[in-house]
């Protein structure tokens, strides 16, 4: 039961806001409407909360939650006093009142709300909102007038063109393809159409069963004309070097990465994310869009796998909107994209990983699987070595095309994998996870498959250990 001590303008509404939830009971000198409320089910004490009579007939003792509401200073002193003796255990909830800081100094009450700063407090929050509200009013002016140059277009050109298309990065991945799914949904709903594309291929296991569970469509930037387009949206990417095309006029920009080189009318891009599919999971709930049970899924993995399941540069907008996608996921769906059938390929590399292995220092592997076709199965594969026991940190490298990938992992604090391939060979990435690619430049001329092994399983090797700062004869 909840006793509200206090019914004045304040008073009523917070009992506006509770009451129907659970049973209340108001106490006041002077209550009007008494009967009203009584219609509705709440009690009603008409009495002075001051005297402890009035306290007992209202069942003080039996409460679970105390409001003590009223605007005087010395009636809220006197009857939280009164309330403290004779409900002890019950939840006290009192009204702080400006220039009385210390009103109910020496009490029991357990919670003393200032209502000007919660009043205060909803109107930052306000604010904060109001930005994104304003960036989103940006966002589709940007596409409605799109759509309408496309009309005109069409009129005097009689071409078919789409108004929106959304590039993710080249070798997409899961958070580039849901956000991009995202933004299609949201545009559609303004009534704008889109259409996805990619640079690259579409590698992982993990991520071709997430298209096809998914019935994502996605277009290959090799198959459009971009000229068939009157705005061009990228997600998950603000660089250059990332982009499917030419850098060229990109109207919407919407990434966590913060190696911006390109601008855009519309730039949301916020490094502090951990997600570009929170981002837009932020957009469906601002713009109260209902998420689609094959989106919402599609958004949670791209969250979970750039979070790397929320272990990994993970902000509070992750959380929330993984929370606010959790009721709309197909979990069945989740989990056959998370365990794909492993491919044949794949298998293999792991396998060629796992015999090829080159121990240092007891902890550190150095695996080269030779030639591949799928260079997803290089990360795999460092993943896969980093489970055997006593390895700490692997590298697994291969030839793909013209060029040496390198894939490198590791559970040890102390190395950051990232500098490492960086500085070794102009790569990237985390402290736990890191990848590179160099051109096979003067070993493409070798023609003998055990002279190149030879060759590139040296070099790499030496480069790594060097960098690493480990001397031959440590090996
Ligand atoms: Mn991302």
Known sequence: MITVIGFGSFGRKVVNFIKNKEPLTIIDK????????????????????????????????????????????????????????????????????PRYPELYMGLNIDKIINILESGAKDIAKEVEDAKLKRKLMQLKSILIEGKKRCMELKNSEKEEKAPLLILTHINPDPDAIASAMALKTIAEKWGVDADIAYGGSIGYDENKAMINLLGIKLLHVEDI???????????????????????????IIIDHHNNTDLTAKYMDVRPEVGATASILTQYLMELDIEPSRNLATALFYGIQSDTDYFKRETSKLDFEAAAYLQSYIDASILNMIENPEISTEVMEVLARAIMNRRVVKGNIALS???????????????????????????????????????????????????????KAFGGGGHQTAAA????LGIFKAVSDKEALRKLVEEAIRAKILEVIGIKEEEK
């Open 30 to 97: 002077n209550i009007d409407d008494a009967d009203d409320l009584v219609k509705e089910g709440i009690s009603v004490i008409v009495g002075d909360a001051t005297d402890e009579e009035t306290l007992k007939k209202a069942k003080i003792d039996k409460s679970d939650i105390v409001l003590i509401l009223t605007n005087e200073p010395e009636v809220n002193r006197k009857i939280a006093e009164k309330v403290c003796e004779l409900s002890p255990s019950s939840y006290k909830i009192a009204r702080a009142i």
């Open 225 to 251: 004309d971009l000229n068939d387009y009157c705005v061009i949206a990228v997600v998950d990417t603000s660089t250059s070097k990332q982009l499917p095309i030419e850098p060229q006029n990109i109207d």
């Open 368 to 422: 080269y699987v030779g030639e591949i076709s799928n260079r997803d199965a290089l990360p795999k594969a460092a993943d896969f070595l980093l489970k055997m026991e006593g390895i700490s940190t692997t590298f697994v490298f291969g030839i793909v095309g013209d060029e040496i990938h390198i894939s490198a992992r590791t559970k040890d604090l102390r190395l950051n994998l990232g500098e490492i391939l960086n």
């Open 436 to 439: 590179a690619k160099i051109p």
